[in-house]
């Protein structure tokens, strides 16, 4: 048995997400109603459009060297794959009702476990992660959030090149904050573009862009939150932008 392909630290079995290939959407063939968008899609694309590609947001974290003291039992292998080595640690806050900390958060592995990818909105319930990242109440009582989660890289754990929710018609948009000193290890690319990461700070990321990153040390942290995408939340975003016209 293999640590990080077979096993987890603990000696577990790991969790593998479902096949990629099994999950690949077939666009032509969905109804209309899942790809189609609506006035308020185009508004919302619209705006969110404007605002770029990487944008830092004005809420100030400190405190997440203690907080991250509290989530020690909580850690699981994120989303691991068959054969592959990708040392990549998750906690869920927020996720469908009843769910741990510790449960998988992947939406391979949650396809896995329920025959399908659930929609990021109806993991709308937090964990008792939640209250113990208290760095970021603020964000965390400012936004509607569906599914999110601490993410952690080390030395080698990455995300090959990807997209998220492409469609017009997708329910959330993505936030990051990066916690902690994780930056200096971690390299982020979007559009083939190494993009700026201050520590500390949350970003608007438009994660329909193909991206990828990826850690050449340990402790690499992040919490990637799913917001509800619709009018309000967008002008809250706006509200919080760095850097304002």
């Not at 609506?38 to 508004?43: P, V």
């Not at 907080?67 to 998750?90: A, C, H, M, Y």
């Not at 958060?105 to 909105?121: M, N, S, V, Y």
């Amino acid at each position: 048995m293999n640590l990080g392909k077979d096993i987890d630290r603990s000696g577990k079995p790991l969790f593998h997400a479902a096949n990629e290939k099994s999950l690949k959407p077939l666009y032509h063939e969905m109804e209309s109603k899942w790809t189609v968008p609506t006035d308020q899609d185009m508004r919302c694309e619209a705006q969110l459009s404007a605002l770029g590609v990487w944008e830092p947001l004005d809420f100030h974290i400190t405190g997440w060297d203690e907080d991250v003291k509290k989530l020690s039992d909580w850690w699981t292998p994120f989303q691991p794959k068959e054969g592959i080595l990708n040392d990549r640690e998750s906690v869920l806050v927020y996720g469908s009702e009843g769910s741990k900390p510790s449960d998988p958060c992947g939406l391979a592995q949650l396809a896995k476990l329920h025959g399908f990818k659930p929609d990021e909105l109806s993991m709308k319930f937090p964990t008792e992660a939640r209250g113990a990242i208290t760095c970021l109440s603020e964000v965390f009582d400012y936004f509607d959030l569906g599914r999110s989660f601490v993410v952690r890289l080390n030395s080698g754990g990455h995300y090959p090149p990807h997209r998220d929710h492409i469609l017009l018609t997708r329910s959330t948009f993505r936030l990051i904050a990066f916690l902690g000193d994780s930056t200096g290890h971690l390299r982020w690319e979007v559009e083939d573009q190494i993009m700026k990461v201050e520590p500390n700070h949350v970003y608007y990321v438009d994660t329909r862009k193909t991206h990828r990153l990826w850690s050449a040390g340990a402790g690499s942290d992040m919490l990637v939150f799913n917001v509800a995408k619709d009018w309000k939340n967008i002008m809250r975003l706006m509200t919080r932008l760095k850097y304002q016209g």
